[in-house]
């Protein structure tokens, strides 16, 4: 069946880095456009970015352009998530999912990244 | 940006009973070339991911029960729940997927 298991998130400082993994199974991993989805504490849930199924293009939320990069490789079906320059607003559960259809089909059960000092 | 607001934001529901959610998009999401409405419906329980229930603002994603339904078009839909069982306790979100970025609703809390 198909599995998105999520890692990679801890308590950074502010100004710090962190990278997140996506081990995608169960399915066609590169057919699927790929997306990172957000939710803080207490809110609903926030997109933050896509990659194409091969990789050619991202598109990131204004809130993380120019700090966040989204990548994949399909040889190892995994997606990842370079997150720099940390603030405590990207404190949050940050969900992996699929696409095929422009809606989210399967989300991963999520990696908890913290950004305090 | 698309914004998504949802009504009520919570609602207690007696078992058996019908629970209804309003969802409103600041602009249409129907796309005039497929005439499908690009709008789907989340359930998020504590602790687990969120569960696509519905796409295309009616369609039900397979294995989600049948008392689940949605409507709509344009910028105004709902979800319903029919029959209230008390495995649907959640939060549910809708989300257009229209555009980029893609956008959810502040979710509505459904309780017993």
Excluded at chain 1, 78 to 83: A, K
Excluded at chain 2, 74 to 98: H, K, P, R
Aim: aromatic share 12%; glycine share 10%.
């Amino acid at each position: 069946q198909v599995q998105l298991v999520a890692s990679g998130g801890g308590v950074v400082r502010p100004g710090g880095s962190l990278r997140l993994s996506c081990a995608a199974s169960g399915f066609t991993f590169n057919a699927y456009v790929m997306h990172w989805v957000r939710q803080a504490p207490g809110k609903g849930p926030e997109w933050v970015a896509v990659i194409w199924s091969d990789g050619t293009n991202q598109h990131y939320a204004d809130s993380v352009r120019g700090r966040f990069a989204i990548s994949r490789d399909n040889s190892k079906s995994t997606l990842y998530l370079q997150m720099n320059n940390l603030k405590a607003e990207d404190t949050a559960l940050y969900y992996c999912a699929s696409d095929i259809k422009g809606y989210f089909e399967s989300w991963g059960q999520g990696t908890l990244v913290t950004v305090s000092s | 940006d698309i914004v998504m607001t949802q009504s009520p934001d919570s609602l207690a529901v007696s078992l058996g009973e019908r629970a209804t959610i309003n969802c409103k998009s600041s602009q249409s999401v129907l796309y005039s070339s497929d005439n499908k409405n690009y709008l789907a419906w989340y359930q998020h329980k504590p602790g687990q991911p969120p569960r696509l229930l519905i796409y295309w603002a009616s369609t039900r994603e397979s294995g989600v029960p049948d008392r689940f339904s949605g409507s709509g078009s344009g910028a105004d839909f709902t979800l319903t729940i029919n029959s209230l069982q008390a495995e649907d306790v959640a939060v549910y979100y809708c989300q257009q997927y229209y555009r980029t970025p893609k956008t959810f609703g502040q979710g509505t809390k459904v309780e017993i």
